[in-house]
């Protein structure tokens, strides 16, 4: 069998900043217990993307940049969704999180936030 492509995952500065409010959100509107579950599994989610990170749908608002944004979905309760927003240096084999986009924020806002 052959050995499946890994690539390294980076946070930009932003997807940081962006990470800790959704983190914040969490900790306000659920249990400690609850907060932390999540905040892992949507940390873990971000770092799957070492393997397969074409797997992501490609994003159509962030269409016509000079790089491809994809996403992958994070499912945080029935109604809340945080959509993992990157792009891949398929040269250097990393994949670069720029955001973590509450799916309820205005679309026209996720633009702006990964230009």
Same mark, same amino acid.
């Given at each position: 069998m052959e050995?499946?492509?890994t690539y390294q995952v980076e946070l930009t500065s932003k997807a940081k900043i962006y990470f800790l409010e959704v983190l914040e959100y969490f900790y306000q509107y659920g249990s400690l217990?609850?907060?932390e579950r999540k905040a892992d599994a949507l940390y873990s989610l971000a770092l799957?993307?070492?393997?397969l990170p074409d797997r992501g749908s490609i994003e159509p608002t962030l269409q016509g940049l000079k790089r491809e944004y994809r996403f992958i979905l994070f499912k945080s309760? #029935?109604?809340?969704? =945080?959509?993992?927003?990157?792009?891949?240096d398929m040269k250097? #084999?990393?994949v670069y =999180?720029?955001?973590f986009f509450p799916t309820s924020m205005d679309v026209k806002a996720l633009g702006a936030r990964n230009v």
């Open positions: 050995d499946q492509k217990v609850s907060a799957t993307l070492n393997k309760t #029935s109604k809340a969704v =945080i959509k993992i927003v990157y792009f891949t250097d #084999s990393v =999180i720029t955001d």
